[in-house]
């Protein structure tokens, strides 16, 4: 009987020493894995905070058209035979290159020197001219406005917005997020690392 008590002691302390060498490890893990991807996983969490913090003005702005719910979707019904798309304002696709060519390769990683030389572009719908702005997300999570904007050109798919002006860039993960002009709703968005 004592060497069955002697053994449920020593079980019962070596399963707690195990559950906490197994939680010790997961602590550590995580700190390690926090180290190692820092950047990536504030970009990660900017780009998710955005998202979120779209939403109220989403709301705001449903809530604040008032009015008939006819006249709306008569408005709604008539945007839907101009884009070709049910409901949806028309898809932008941003991406930067090197040198002034749209058909250079796209970048998703850069050097702060390659900085200075990358042209940002922005593809569209064609037929459906739009006016666009550009924000931009540096690595800390602040917001900037990029360029005064630009009208988009029927005639063509993809047209160049200008220089990416950032001096003395930090590294770390960038996004670059496309509004259609009078709109708070992100119609594409692209997002890039710069390195030392």
């Given at each position: ?6 053994f449920?002691i ?5 399963g ?5 060498g197994?939680i ?15 950047s ?6 900017t780009n ?11 709301l705001?702005q449903e ?9 709306s979707?008569d408005?709604?019904s008539?945007?839907?035979?101009e ?5 949806e ?7 930067i290159?090197?040198g002034?060519?749209?058909d250079n390769?796209k970048l ?7 900085a200075a030389?990358?042209a940002i572009?922005?593809?569209?719908p064609a037929?459906?001219p739009v ?17 005064q904007?630009f ?11 200008g ?12 996004i670059?997020?496309?509004?259609p ?5 992100t ?10």
């Amino acid at each position: 009987m004592r060497d069955a008590l002697e053994f449920g002691i020593k079980s019962f302390f070596a399963g707690c020493l195990g559950f906490l060498g197994v939680i010790t490890m997961v602590v550590v893990s995580t700190v390690l894995f926090g180290l190692v991807f820092k950047s990536q996983i504030q970009g990660l969490q900017t780009n998710i905070t955005g998202k979120f913090q779209s939403i109220p003005d989403m709301l705001s702005q449903e809530s604040s058209d008032g009015g008939d719910e006819t006249s709306s979707m008569d408005e709604a019904s008539s945007m839907d035979k101009e884009s070709g798309n049910a409901g949806e304002l028309p898809g932008l696709v941003v991406y930067i290159t090197e040198g002034t060519h749209p058909d250079n390769q796209k970048l998703t990683t850069i050097t702060k020197v390659q900085a200075a030389n990358v042209a940002i572009w922005v593809n569209f719908p064609a037929g459906s001219p739009v006016g666009i702005n550009l924000e931009i997300t540096l690595p800390d999570g602040t917001k900037h406005p990029l360029g005064q904007g630009f009208d988009t050109d029927p005639a063509v798919n993809t047209s160049y917005y200008g220089k990416l002006n950032v001096v003395d860039p930090a590294a770390g993960i960038y996004i670059l997020d496309a509004f259609p002009e009078g709109n708070s709703y992100t119609t594409g968005t692209f997002q890039f690392n710069i390195t030392e």
